[in-house]
Each structure stands twice: as structure tokens, then as C-alpha cells.
């Protein structure tokens, strides 16, 4: 399976923008998938998941900000980042995982900056 992440870019501090990571075929309603983040000299930390069954979890500090939601038909799963703050600029990964797989897409720059 092979995972194309996109969406980042500059915006500004309270902006918004929408990550997107599509996958190569149909897996996302069988496996969970998250987004995770790495900023410079920190290690990489889980932003968000979905589960197969819908349910989601996140990091304390993007919760009522961020919403990760996925499209079954267009095999992708989403990041909408709102308020976007400072701290939240990192490369962002998405991650598809399940019982003995998991893969990593390549990351996307979000800077938040004024």
C-alpha cells in the first residue's frame, strides 16, 4: 500500500488548513489510520486516529481544533486543522495500521507562522 500525504503549507497563526492522505487501494474501513507529527528536535507524536468502526481519538492539544475524517470511496482520510497555533508546525505523517502492518506515508511541511 502506498500513502500520499498533502495538503500542508504557510498559514497563518489562527488559519486553517486540510491535510489529505490518499491510499494506493481500498483499506482504510478495515484498518485504523492517524495522522502524526514530528516538529524539529522533538519525537514524532500521534495527532489523531479513526478506527475502523468510525470512532476517533486525539492529542490533547489539537482536541476541539482538529477533526480527522476519512472517504471510503475515495480511499483518503483527512486532517482539518483549525486555529492553527505556533507549536502546531511539524511535518505531518499519515499512518495506516492493523494487526501486523502498518504504513507510513511521506510527511507534509505545515508551518504556522505570521
Known amino acids: 500500500v502506498q500513502l500520499q500525504a498533502s495538503g500542508g503549507g504557510l498559514v497563518q497563526p489562527g488559519g486553517s488548513l486540510r491535510l489529505s492522505c490518499a491510499a494506493s487501494?481500498?483499506?482504510?474501513?478495515?484498518?485504523?489510520s492517524g495522522w502524526y507529527r514530528q516538529a524539529p528536535g522533538k519525537q514524532r507524536e500521534l495527532v489523531a486516529a479513526?478506527?475502523?468502526?468510525?470512532?476517533?481519538t486525539y492529542a490533547d492539544s489539537v482536541k476541539g481544533r482538529f477533526t480527522i475524517s476519512r472517504d471510503d470511496a475515495k480511499n483518503t482520510v483527512y486532517l482539518q486543522m483549525n486555529s492553527l497555533r505556533p507549536e502546531d508546525t511539524a511535518v505531518y505523517y499519515c499512518?495506516?495500521?492493523?494487526?501486523?502492518?502498518?504504513?507510513w506515508g511521506q510527511g507534509t511541511l505545515v508551518t504556522v507562522s505570521s
Open positions: 499512518k495506516i495500521f492493523g494487526l501486523g502492518y502498518n504504513y
Open positions: 487501494r481500498s483499506i482504510f474501513s478495515t484498518s485504523a
Open positions: 479513526i478506527f475502523s468502526g468510525g470512532s476517533t
